[in-house]
């Protein structure tokens, strides 16, 4: 008989609170106690089981109490009101059971993304030209409303202006809890259709925005000798700013060797600044292209089927003249644009969360 979601969720959770006990064991040996790096690694993932083992074994006491009391249930031998009081018991036992299977199902597979209160986000212009641009600064403006409702704090990095108030690009970091759980499923491209305004004849056009969500958790496991791994070049801004900006070589342009990406920074009079803030997007980049590499390891069965997150993949429609928003990957349609631009896509969101769930889960 095959197993179930349930079973192999629950086999998973036993191996990793045996695990957490083994780590536990290790902690307190004197060869560990005087190993310092060895304290501290064990530790953290002594942190990151926590969140699930203590949650499983106070289900796993829920699960006890129901099997004990349908035994009471079931044994003709028990005393008449001890079986009373166990039936009475039974409809709540079992409430409880399965709103704590359906919290551990979440924590297990969100586990990781719970972890990263912290992302780069990115959004650049693609087709289109200035209409292009112009959607950049929506789908700015529309992220940062979405964030202000859910407190995350966001600090604007780098952008780029258009000619007629749009942005060829802008980099923001965002910070909060659980944020890449809520903005993770925005990478991928984004599709316009609107009657732009330097349109005389009414005709609508179809312009593409990319999005990327760049995980950046405290601690990367990515070892960066700036030095040797990356080239840097230095040079005077230019652009607004004042004479500052203009005659001091302030903007900073990084080369990884390796993987061939780069970031500029330009956007401070302090060039200690811009390459402080080009350190962190361009360690955020190497950490996205270091999982992807290992995302293509993987087989393809345990791979989400919510969407890879390329950039190239179209993910939504924004169309306005029918005032609906389509995420492609679910197939759900919002008649309610307006409301879209202005920061409400928690439909949209809890839609693409609990579809990843249900894949995630069923390639346990």
Not at 100 to 116: F, R, Y
Not at 131 to 154: D, G, I, P, S, T
Not at 157 to 173: C, H, P, R, T, W
Request: net charge negative; hydrophobic share 35%.
């Amino acid at each position: 008989m095959p197993q179930t979601v349930e079973d192999r969720l629950i086999a998973r959770l036993e191996e990793l609170s045996q695990r957490y006990d083994q780590l536990n064991e290790e902690l307190s040996t004197p060869e560990v106690a005087t190993n310092a790096v060895r304290s501290v690694t064990i530790a953290k993932e002594l942190g990151k089981l926590r969140r699930l083992v203590d949650p499983f074994r106070d289900f796993q006491k829920t699960r006890v109490e129901l099997d004990e009391a349908r035994s009471i249930v079931n044994d003709p031998d028990q005393e008449a009101d001890m079986r009373e009081l166990a039936q009475e018991e039974i409809p709540d036992l079992e409430s409880a059971y399965e709103a704590k299977l359906d919290k551990l199902k979440e924590q297990v597979v969100t586990n990781d993304d719970a972890a990263i209160n912290s992302v780069i986000l990115e959004i650049r212009a693609g087709t289109g030209g200035e209409e292009a641009a112009l959607f950049v600064r929506n789908l700015y403006e529309m992220y940062l409303r979405y964030c202000e409702r859910h407190r995350f704090k966001v600090e604007v990095l780098e952008q780029s202006a258009a000619d007629m108030g749009g942005f060829k690009e802008i980099v923001m970091n965002v910070k909060g809890q659980d944020v890449y759980r809520h903005l993770g499923y925005e990478s991928g491209g984004h599709r316009v259709q609107r009657v732009p305004e330097t349109e005389s004849q009414g005709r609508v056009h179809t312009s593409a925005v990319t999005v990327a969500v760049l995980p950046e958790p405290e601690e990367v496991d990515i070892d960066i000798d700036w030095d040797k791994d990356c080239d840097e070049f230095v040079s005077r801004a230019g652009g607004p700013g004042g004479q500052n900006v203009n005659k001091v070589s302030s903007a900073i342009k990084l080369f990884h060797k390796e993987t061939g990406i780069s970031v500029s920074m330009r956007d401070e009079k302090s060039q200690h600044k811009n390459r402080a803030k080009a350190r962190r997007i361009m360690t955020a980049r190497l950490y996205e292209h270091l999982q992807g590499a290992i995302d293509k390891e993987r087989s393809d069965a345990r791979k989400t089927m919510i969407g890879s997150g390329d950039r190239s993949q179209r993910i939504r429609t924004y169309n306005f003249p029918q005032n609906r928003c389509t995420d492609h990957r679910i197939n759900l349609d919002l008649y309610s644009l307006e409301k879209v631009m202005q920061g409400e896509i928690d439909a949209l969101i809890k839609g693409l969360q609990t579809f990843d769930k249900e894949q995630r889960l069923s390639n346990l």
